[in-house]
């Protein structure tokens, strides 16, 4: 088994697919008023007002994305217009992370392992 995708039930899915595509610079798959799907590096996002079964809008997600520079990351984003919830941070786990808000309280995470330990164990494989 694989986890290869996510939808994210959201109210605003154009202003979500122009936060997605600008702010964070995914490759946009397909898009309309009413879905969206993204290449996040192998992951396919995608973005719905509403779901085959009934749910509740995304809100305490925070989107994790790997990067091999978090500042660089951060200052892209921050460029776009991002409101910054969390500058460089070294954590307590040994990881580099800072946090943008994304569109409806989802939090944007940019995070690097800097120890090889931290970092083999979040390879999955690649």
């Not at 799907?37 to 779901?51: H, I, T, V, Y």
């Not at 994305?65 to 951060?74: K, S």
């Not at 984003?77 to 991002?82: H, I, M, P, V, W």
Request: charged residues 25%; glycine residues 6%.
């Amino acid at each position: 088994m694989r986890l290869d995708s996510l939808d994210v039930i959201l109210r605003d899915v154009p202003s979500a697919t122009a936060f997605f595509r600008d702010t964070l610079g995914l490759a946009l798959i397909a898009s309309d008023e009413l879905f969206a799907e993204f290449d996040a590096g192998g992951f396919q996002l995608m973005l719905s007002p509403e779901a085959l079964v009934p749910t509740q809008t995304a809100r305490g997600v925070i989107l994790h994305f790997r990067v091999p520079d978090v500042a660089v990351a951060l200052k892209a984003t921050r460029s776009r217009g991002a409101r910054v919830l969390l500058e460089l941070t070294r954590t307590d786990w040994n990881w580099e992370s800072a946090m943008i808000a994304g569109p409806e309280e989802i939090v944007i995470d940019f995070y690097r392992p800097l120890d090889a330990t931290r970092e083999k164990e979040h390879s999955h494989g690649d």
